[in-house]
């Protein structure tokens, strides 16, 4: 089965722009979702389709895809951010997700 | 909006068998979404575990599927997992979630709405 690639961590300032990369075979032929996470509660939908952000999340969160590599881009991060953020997709096998990135807010 | 309310059995003893049950609420189950569970050992990441509809069509993580049902009552509007034979490996927060199918090469999903979530220790 394949795999989603992320790196275990992002660092970055308030303000500033934070990009959280996945990687995986599947990418090129399968769409690309992302979910953020905080201590605690449940994960939380911030984008489908690769693109797409539902309804109630900032602007801020964006997501774009080339090739095998699919970026989750949060445009002036701010504090209520730091969050662990996990990448989704699908192989032949079924859904599967990434390891995890954890945000940190300096 | 839909509310997701999970049961919350704590302790498992070692080879016996895991069951857990998500109660819809404000939603019909039969409504033409997919639901599913997904599980988080402490510390790590998420693990989906499978996927179900109304109908009864279900899909499965291979590398559970030997051990796994998921079922549904669409008179109770709920859904179950069992999940047998657990080790300590089986130690986790397990999540019942409202799953939206995607059709394209083959079918894929994603989880708009998650329960709260339930610690579940396998240990004697």
């Known amino acids: 089965s394949s795999e989603l690639t992320q790196p275990p961590s992002v660092s970055v300032s308030p303000g500033q722009t934070a990009k959280i990369t996945c990687s995986g075979d599947?990418?090129?032929?399968?769409?690309a979702y992302w979910y953020h996470q905080k201590p605690g509660q449940a994960p939380v939908l911030v984008i489908y389709e690769d693109d797409k952000r539902p309804s109630g999340i900032p602007e801020r969160f964006s997501g774009s895809s080339s090739g095998t590599t699919v970026t989750l881009t949060i445009s002036g991060v701010q504090a209520e951010d730091e969050a662990d953020y996990y990448c989704?997709?699908?192989?032949?096998?079924?859904?599967?997700f990434g390891g995890g990135t954890k945000l940190t807010v300096l | 909006q839909v509310q997701l309310q999970q049961s919350d059995p704590g302790l498992v003893k070692p080879s016996e068998t895991l069951s857990l049950t998500c109660i819809v609420s404000?939603?019909?189950?039969?409504?033409?979404?997919?639901w599913g569970w997904i599980r988080q050992p402490p510390g790590k990441g998420l693990e989906w575990i499978g996927n179900?509809?109304?109908?009864?069509?279900?899909y499965y993580n291979p590398s559970l599927r030997s051990r796994v049902t998921i079922s549904v009552d669409t008179s109770k509007n709920q859904f179950s997992l069992n999940l047998s034979s657990v080790t300590a490996a089986d130690t986790a927060v397990y999540y019942c979630?409202?799953?939206?199918?995607?059709?394209?090469?083959?079918?894929?999903?994603?989880?708009?709405?998650w329960g709260q979530g339930a610690l579940v220790t396998v240990s004697s």
């Open positions: 979630v409202r799953a939206v199918s995607v059709v394209g090469a083959t079918v894929s999903f994603y989880f708009d709405n």
């Open positions: 179900i509809y109304h109908s009864g069509n279900s």
């Open positions: 404000d939603f019909s189950i039969n409504s033409g979404f997919y």
């Open positions: 599947s990418l090129p032929i399968q769409f």
């Open positions: 989704q997709s699908a192989d032949s096998s079924g859904t599967i």
